[in-house]
């Protein structure tokens, strides 16, 4: 053993680092996978925040080659294990981040475009709903006009004319009026009213033509011509004369008897009409007549001279029905 003069040689602290080949290692040698794990890692952080979707994945992918190439560096005993260390760290926390930057996108917290798609719902068959019913409303019935409505509506409305006198005279009808009822009376041997147009010839057959006096209703507009002015009075005593509006007439009962002329208004269905007249010679008329509107020539029901004892059938109203006979007769609707 070897000492000088001082002494043995004191222990040197430092201990040498030998390379493979047992030679130190050269000054200034680096670690390049530790350095380019640092880069990649870096660069993994990087992708790994873009604001793209996918960015997140290349993230993962670059933080996994830096890890690995940190970790190989860590191994190489003959390089210096600082940047290796380093780059495996970056590495390692880029890859953490990066998975949890892809678990924000995949959940749809983050851009929501990697969001598992919510499916749609599939819509029903619908079931078509039953049609509601809408209740049909029931009809307002209009009123069924009266046989005096229809009576009005058919030959005019107007204020009764009433007038008496003696010997023979001329009395207006009223404007407009174009059928109604004349009641008239008279005590002397002879009594006719004829109608007359605006020339003043007369409008039809006389109205009443009695060879002594007479009291009974006769209807103008039925059964002669509605063109009618004025009314002509033929009488030799005094007389009695009205004019009414055709809906004036009353309506035939079920049962009605008289001994001269008479007027009714008749609204019914059809039926049978029963009649007698007891006329005993060719010089007592007895006829009935239905008429349903203006018109020449009434429906003549029964036509005769003389008694009559029958039954004839009676259409349904609404109508007007007139009676001319001179002596007792008598009507049954049945």
């Not at 006389?206 to 507009?221: E, I, K, M, N, R």
């Not at 002015?229 to 055709?246: E, F, H, K, N, Y």
Request: aromatic share 6%; charged share 15%; glycine share 12%.
């Amino acid at each position: 053993m070897m000492s000088n003069a001082s002494g043995a040689n004191p222990p040197d602290d430092r201990t040498a680092v030998i390379g493979p080949d047992g030679s130190p290692p050269e000054q200034g040698q680096r670690n390049g996978l530790g350095i380019a794990s640092l880069v990649v890692g870096i660069v993994a952080a990087v992708f790994a925040v873009l604001p793209i979707d996918w960015a997140w994945i290349a993230g993962v992918v670059l933080a996994v080659i830096g890890l690995v190439l940190g970790i190989v560096g860590l191994t190489r005993a003959d390089r210096p294990k600082g940047v290796a260390t380093a780059g495996t760290v970056v590495s390692a926390a880029a890859l953490v981040l990066a998975v949890i930057v892809g678990i924000l996108y995949g959940t749809g917290v983050l851009g929501g475009g990697r969001a598992a798609p919510i499916a749609s719902p599939t819509p029903s068959a619908s079931v078509p709903a039953s049609p509601t019913e809408t209740p049909t409303p029931t009809p307002t019935e209009t009123p069924t006009a009266t046989v005096q409505e229809w009576a009005d509506e058919t030959w005019g409305t107007f204020s009764a004319v009433d007038q008496d006198g003696s010997g023979d005279a001329v009395i207006a009808i009223p404007a407009g009026a174009t059928g109604g009822i004349v009641t008239a009376t008279s005590d002397g041997d002879g009594f006719t009213l004829t109608l007359l147009d605006t020339s003043n010839s007369p409008s039809g057959a006389p109205l009443v033509d009695a060879a002594d006096d007479y009291d009974g209703v006769t209807a103008w507009g039925v059964s002669d011509a509605t063109s009618a002015t004025s009314l002509q009075i033929t009488a030799s005593g005094s007389w009695t004369v009205r004019i009414d509006p055709m809906s004036e007439a009353p309506e035939l009962p079920n049962a009605a008897n008289g001994d001269g002329d008479v007027v009714y208004l008749y609204g019914g269905d059809a039926a049978t009409l029963d009649a007698t007249h007891s006329g005993d010679d060719a010089e007592d008329p007895f006829v009935v007549a239905q008429q349903a509107a203006q018109a020449f020539g009434g429906a003549r029901l029964i036509d005769v001279t003389g008694p009559y004892d029958g039954s004839v059938p009676l259409a349904a109203g609404p109508s007007v029905l007139t009676v001319q006979a001179d002596e007792d007769w008598t009507l049954s609707v049945g």
